[in-house]
């Protein structure tokens, strides 16, 4: 059983992906901006809610760590829509590099980043009507894969609120693709369970491909 930390837990992919986890069996440790969103973890097995802030510096961020035990983090926050280009930067890159030097200064390995497919097409960016958004994903993935963790990096094309399928369509080039963040969630946890996904990419798209054995869990 693992003691993994999700940073984000409160966003529409982060509260899946805790519930998830919760269902698996292993530990979790929820980590929410403000302690008034904790009710939305309160009925789910082995959770535990945590206030973690992503301006925090990152010796905060590492203290945290080694109190819960953590050996596994998930990095599913965003700014949202709803803020300007400064908090992008602020949380979607430089809250997530705070959060990879926490894990180095608190010794967690294992690193999981939610990303977004195209975060490596400079192409993309500007048609994407998101252009700051790709800009601080992919530095935010260039400096973990650059870093020593064992990460995995998650890059899902457009996200909807249909239901999962439990299948998805990996590293094809359908950035005008969609997929449910249920399934989104699913590959997280996935991959989680399967160490070979260590130091991999994955880009994942809605498809035939039961995630099951698309990250051959046993």
């Keep these: 059983?693992?003691?993994?930390?999700?940073?984000?837990?409160?966003?529409?992919?982060?509260?899946?992906?805790v519930s998830k986890l919760s269902q698996a069996g292993d530990k979790v440790y929820a980590g929410f901006r403000d302690a008034s969103q904790f009710t939305t973890v309160t009925n789910l097995a082995n959770v535990t809610p945590v206030q973690f802030d992503l301006n925090a510096d990152s010796a905060a961020m590492a203290k945290?760590?080694?109190?819960?035990?953590?050996?596994?983090?998930?990095?599913?926050?965003?700014?949202?829509?709803?803020?300007?280009?400064?908090?992008?930067?602020?949380?979607?890159?430089?809250?997530?590099?705070?959060?990879?030097?926490?894990?180095?200064?608190?010794?967690?390995?294992?690193?999981?980043?939610?990303?977004?497919?195209?975060?490596?097409?400079?192409?993309?960016?500007?048609?994407?009507?998101?252009?700051?958004?790709?800009?601080?994903?992919?530095?935010?993935?260039?400096?973990?894969?650059?870093?020593?963790?064992?990460?995995?990096?998650?890059?899902?094309?457009?996200?909807?609120?249909?239901a999962g399928t439990g299948k998805v369509s990996v590293n094809g080039d359908r950035l005008g693709g969609k997929i449910p963040r249920d399934d989104v969630a699913s590959t997280v946890v996935a991959v989680i369970a399967n160490p070979n996904t260590k130091r991999q990419i994955y880009q994942i798209t809605s498809g035939d491909d039961p995630i099951s054995s698309a990250f051959q869990v046993e």
């Design 1 to 17: 059983m693992a003691n993994i930390f999700v940073v984000g837990a409160h966003g529409n992919v982060g509260k899946l992906i």
């Design 64 to 162: 945290l760590f080694s109190t819960y035990q953590v050996d596994t983090i998930v990095f599913s926050a965003g700014s949202g829509g709803a803020t300007g280009d400064d908090m992008t930067i602020l949380i979607d890159l430089d809250g997530a590099v705070k959060t990879m030097d926490a894990a180095k200064q608190a010794g967690v390995k294992r690193y999981i980043m939610v990303s977004a497919a195209g975060a490596d097409d400079r192409s993309f960016w500007p048609k994407s009507g998101l252009h700051p958004y790709y800009v601080a994903k992919h530095y935010a993935d260039r400096f973990l894969k650059e870093s020593d963790l064992d990460y995995t990096i998650v890059r899902p094309t457009a996200l909807t609120n249909d």
